[in-house]
């Protein structure tokens, strides 16, 4: 568990709430746990503390390599630059909730359970909701999304749309790459799309070593079953001798069905992610500036109020660790 912190205010323990302090931490800390153990959060980016105002990310282009340069000939000088920058500005996340004296004094407890654990929820459902509000927003194509009145960035490092038929190199501009496709889920849209990734190259136009693994989807029963089909059997259904399926046992599939409130009606978008990539490169990124903050205290009416504060930022750097397909606009993968 990321951990919450409490704290009290003077008073409260001599009061009539003193003894119901006890309680409410349990309840919060439980239901904490169990929304930790399931959160789709640190699947779909990588989650790091953070100490700043803000982070910044300053990607690096690729060196030239090793060169042949003969006998007793002398060491290339090989060198790096900076590649495109994205800053990370935490925000801020607020609620509250209060027990009324009354509900103390009458020993109402399933008020005293249910509120609680509502707060909490609330807050862990946020996280998953903001997370899928990203990748639904990047998969049309978006570049920021509107999240509860603020609008926030879906831009890679690049400021191209997360997914985009147009991502520029660094060093030349007129070099573009896609990670934007219209096909619909089949087998072989997904091994095109592996393909194409495989085939990603740096800002130099060296291969890289994206290997997707994790394939992410919305809760629908006709994209889990087309996904499973393909995936989930060792012998490929479509020829008469059943060939083998070369796709079976090698992908993780996620689904999310925070996502299905975050794409448009009709889409049915599907993503390809390599996890080690955006580890290493800095794809989908999430910083906790402060974890889960929860005080309680007195106020002018004589009910006990907790209040909950956090600070956290999440959005994408290098774009190559992940694709779309199944977009309108998408670049087209198979021939009709």
């Not at 992410?216 to 012998?235: L, Q, S």
Request: proline content about 4%.
């Amino acid at each position: 568990m990321a951990g919450i912190t409490f704290t009290e205010g003077s008073g409260l323990q001599d009061s009539i709430f003193g003894k119901s302090q006890g309680p409410i931490r349990m309840f919060i800390e439980k239901r904490s746990e169990a929304f930790e153990a399931k959160s789709l959060v640190n699947k779909l980016f990588v989650v790091a503390p953070s100490k700043h105002y803000s982070e910044g990310h300053r990607s690096m282009t690729a060196m030239n390599g090793f060169m042949p340069v003969g006998e007793n000939g002398e060491y290339p000088n090989d060198s790096m630059q900076e590649s495109f920058q994205k800053d990370f500005k935490h925000t801020v996340w607020k609620d509250s909730f209060s027990i009324s004296r009354e509900i103390i004094d009458d020993a109402v407890i399933m008020n005293l359970k249910q509120k609680p654990e509502a707060f909490v929820a609330g807050y862990y459902r946020r996280r998953e909701q903001f997370a899928a509000a990203l990748y639904g927003a990047a998969a049309g194509q978006k570049a920021t999304v509107k999240f509860f009145g603020e609008k926030f960035d879906v831009t890679g490092a690049d400021k191209k749309p997360l997914f985009s038929k147009d991502h520029p190199s660094f060093l030349d501009k007129t070099a573009v790459q896609s990670n934007c496709f219209q096909d619909a889920f089949s087998n072989d849209a997904l091994m095109a799309a592996e393909s194409a990734m495989q085939d990603f190259r740096d800002d130099k136009g060296n291969v890289l070593t994206v290997t997707p693994s994790v394939i992410i989807i919305p809760n629908d029963y006709k994209m889990k079953k087309e996904v499973f089909a393909a995936i989930g059997a060792d012998k490929d259904p479509n020829t008469a001798n059943n060939g083998f399926n070369f796709t079976y046992g090698r992908w993780t599939v996620i689904v999310s069905q925070y996502l299905n409130q975050y794409i448009e009606q009709g889409a049915s978008p599907w993503i390809l992610m390599d996890p080690d990539y955006s580890a290493a490169y800095g794809g989908a990124v999430w910083y906790d500036r402060v974890n889960l903050e929860v005080k309680s205290e007195i106020a002018s009416n004589d009910a006990n109020v907790w209040k909950g504060y956090a600070r956290f930022s999440a959005g994408f750097g290098d774009w190559r660790f992940a694709a779309v397909g199944g977009v309108s606009g998408g670049t087209q993968l198979l021939t009709a």
